[in-house]
């Protein structure tokens, strides 16, 4: 399976501020997204991210607020704009294989004071 | 729309005992079913997944799951729990056509007590 890495594992930031979280993946993947666990909640996924094109975004998510950049097969970005304390949550990457299964980043944990 | 419930949200067990995880869907059509576990300040680790065929399907650690399209359930088992299985269990469901519908149930923690 790819393994994926993101950076930063985990981050404190101040409200109003942005920050970029990077997934790189070891090998190309076609498939790539972008998921919101909030505290003791489950997954829900923010966007697809589409290699050359604008990324896909979910009902309640906006290009925005969330931002994602797909510059090649490998990469990934996803920013979390003008930060508030309901944006503190993980954030995991993951990608598609074609064996059906997603493989998960080890995600960022975000708090936003 | 698609559906995951996963009706307990905490689920205790002694060392040695069989555990089930519950998780019941809702799909348009054939589904895949996954089951995924978190252990504290990790991402999501990937444990088995249906598609089609033989209805049991095993996992990693030792973990099994038993699809029952009837029931329309894919309850988590496994035969004798460990201390280091505690952790937070996610069953999720997507339809064959597309990776990006993938639901998440509300995830169930799992305690081994030893």
């Known amino acids: 399976s790819a393994v994926i890495s993101q950076k930063p594992s985990r981050d404190i930031c101040q409200r109003g501020t942005s920050l970029t979280i990077q997934c790189q993946v070891d090998?190309?993947?076609?498939?790539m997204f972008w998921y919101r666990q909030q505290p003791g909640q489950s997954l829900t996924l923010i966007a697809t991210?589409?290699?050359?094109?604008?990324?896909?975004?979910e009902s309640g998510f906006v290009i925005d607020k969330f931002p994602i950049s797909r510059p090649n097969l490998t990469f990934s970005t996803l920013t979390v704009s003008n930060m508030s304390p309901e944006d503190s949550s993980i954030y995991l990457c993951?990608?598609?294989?074609?064996?059906?299964?997603?493989?998960f980043g080890e995600g960022s944990r975000l708090t936003v004071l | 729309a698609q559906s995951v419930a996963q009706p307990e949200d905490q689920v205790n067990v002694a060392e040695g005992n069989p555990l089930t995880v519950k998780c019941t869907y809702s799909?348009?059509?054939?589904?895949?079913l996954f089951w995924y576990v978190q252990y504290p300040n990790r991402g999501l680790q990937f444990l088995l997944k249906y598609i089609t065929g033989d209805n049991l399907v095993k996992g990693s650690y030792g973990f099994e799951a038993e699809f029952n399209k009837s029931q329309t359930s894919f309850h988590l088992k496994k035969p004798s729990a460990l201390v280091s299985d505690s952790a937070l269990y996610f069953c999720a469901v997507r339809p064959l056509s597309s990776a990006r519908q993938l639901t998440f149930g509300s995830g169930t923690q799992l305690t081994v007590l030893p």
């Open positions: 090998s190309q993947v076609t498939m």
């Open positions: 799909v348009s059509g054939n589904p895949y």
């Open positions: 991210a589409n290699q050359g094109s604008e990324a896909t975004y």
């Open positions: 993951s990608v598609a294989e074609g064996t059906g299964e997603l493989f």
